[in-house]
């Protein structure tokens, strides 16, 4: 008896089964989707000698970045921020900072990097960098660019710095009696300080 059987073995060990006596067995999966990746066997039998091939199926899928990290760091303190993603084949993740375009991405290292420095790009799912001894000048919008094959997906994270600078008090204090006395007090803050 001669019959021809695909049998398909997933990384969870589901098995899909099927067999034909006709000489031809198809098999279609519509919408694939990255679970139907894996190993795929044809198997033959002819007079009880079996005779298989075997063939690796691969899906090449992109999701949406996800950027985690603090939005909201003090001045003196460090920025960690992550953009994380699944594809294959790996995508390459780029950081860059908005007003500048400066690059700013690297993988899975921890040393400090300033914002005028270029970094390697990731590769393995997830970028991350870190600044450190955060300025007021490291607030703005961040953009995480994943570039995979012929599709770029961006994310962008905007980053508040905190910070307070001494109070200035600004005008003549020399004054002769009957003039007018006009001083300011002004100072730099980000979320602004009341004044009082």
């Known amino acids: 008896m001669e019959s021809i059987n695909i049998l398909r073995k997933a990384d969870n060990g589901t098995v899909v089964y099927l067999q034909e006596n006709s000489g031809n067995v198809s098999f279609s999966i519509i919408n694939v989707t990255a679970k139907e990746a894996g190993r795929y066997i044809c198997t033959a039998t002819y007079q009880n000698v079996?005779?298989?091939e075997e063939i690796h199926v691969k899906v090449t899928y992109l999701r949406k970045p996800q950027i985690s990290g603090r939005t909201t760091v003090k001045e003196g303190d460090v920025l960690n921020l992550t953009c994380s993603?699944?594809?294959f084949p790996p995508a390459v993740?780029?950081?860059t900072k908005s007003e500048t375009k400066t690059n700013l991405q690297r993988s899975n290292s921890r040393k400090s990097y300033n914002s005028s420095e270029n970094i390697p790009k990731?590769?393995?799912g997830?970028?991350?960098?870190?600044?450190?001894?955060?300025?007021a000048e490291d607030a703005g919008?961040?953009?995480c660019t994943v570039k995979h094959q012929t599709?770029?997906?961006k994310e962008e994270i905007n980053v508040k710095v905190t910070y307070k600078r001494k109070p200035q008090i600004f005008g003549n204090a020399d004054v002769k009696e009957g003039d007018v006395l006009n001083?300011?007090?002004?100072?730099?803050?980000f979320p602004p300080l009341v004044i009082r």
């Open 141 to 143: 919008l961040y953009i």
């Open 93 to 95: 993740i780029e950081w």
């Open 126 to 135: 997830n970028c991350s960098f870190s600044i450190y001894n955060v300025t």
């Open 151 to 153: 599709d770029n997906l």
């Open 122 to 124: 990731g590769k393995h």
């Open 50 to 52: 079996n005779m298989t």
């Open 183 to 189: 001083l300011t007090c002004s100072v730099d803050s």
């Open 85 to 87: 993603t699944d594809s």
